[in-house]
Nanobody, 125 residues
């Protein structure tokens, strides 16, 4: 069992960059599949990026490919999201999530077991 904790949100102008961080506390033994999700007001939560426990498999939503990069840190169950060329439609609350087991379900929110409280990203035009 882990508890993800996000940081790094903020406000940028269109075209700017932000780096989100997530550390999932609580399990020093297992590597979890970890993902980033976002939710804008009035919209459903959507998968943005995910990376498998071993770091070998990644998932990206089509809308962020080529602009966002997910990576794992050296510390167990840490996750980063480097966001570049940000657009107003990237704004929302970004959540970090962790999935138990050997599978990594990419952008399927229902498959993730543990969620952080989220960090806000605002992009002004």
């Amino acid at each position: 069992q882990v508890q993800p904790l996000e940081s790094g949100g903020g406000s940028v102008q269109t075209g700017g960059s932000l780096r989100l961080s997530c550390e999932a506390f609580g399990d020093p033994y297992n590597d979890y599949c970890m993902g980033w999700f976002r939710q804008a007001p009035g919209k459903e939560r959507e998968g943005v990026a995910a990376i498998s426990g071993g770091g070998f498999r990644t998932y990206y939503a089509d809308s962020v490919k080529g602009r966002f990069t997910a990576s794992r840190g050296d510390a167990k169950n840490t996750l980063y999201l480097q966001m570049s060329s940000l657009k107003p439609e990237d704004a929302g609350k970004y959540y970090c999530a962790a999935q138990e087991g050997v599978l990594c379900s990419g952008g399927l929110a229902g498959h993730y077991n543990y969620w952080g409280q989220g960090t806000q990203v605002a992009v002004s035009s």
